[in-house]
């Protein structure tokens, strides 16, 4: 019944910054933990970055952690990602995830976790 799409993916230059948004619908969202996920070519499905739904837990993968920043609206059904000082290692297709979360303090970092996904849009960084 949920369901998720995302927007904000494009091109830009290295260095450059990007905003993800992650629209919710179909069920309370308050109550999901959220995750944003993405994957290359020729690449499997990595982790990104994850949110609880109580707020205040949040995990970054190595890759990311400093640049790209999480966060979530519940006001406005929706879960963003910040993404600064681009690289092209960062070009993928990125996918946002939710599932209902049997604890609010539940980080769910892997994609096995993951019930609902988005179609993914597309973030491409060029040199």
């Known amino acids: 019944q949920v369901q998720l799409v995302e927007s904000g993916g494009g091109l830009v230059q290295a260095g450059g910054s990007l905003k993800l948004s992650c629209a919710a619908s179909?069920?309370?969202?308050?109550?999901?933990?959220m995750g944003w996920f993405r994957q290359a070519p020729g690449k499997e499905r990595e982790f990104v970055a994850a949110?609880?739904?109580?707020?205040?837990?949040?995990k970054y993968a190595d890759s990311v952690k400093g640049r790209f920043t999480i966060s979530r609206d519940n006001a406005k059904n929706t879960v963003y990602l910040r993404m600064n000082r681009l690289k092209s290692e960062d070009t993928a297709v990125y996918y946002c995830?939710?599932?209902?979360?049997?604890?609010?303090?539940?980080?769910?970092?892997?994609?096995?976790?993951?019930?609902?996904w988005g179609q993914g849009t597309r973030v491409t960084v060029s040199s």
């Open positions: 995830a939710a599932d209902r979360s049997p604890f609010r303090a539940l980080v769910m970092t892997t994609t096995g976790q993951y019930e609902y």
């Open positions: 179909g069920r309370t969202f308050r109550n999901y933990a």
């Open positions: 949110l609880n739904w109580g707020g205040g837990g949040i």
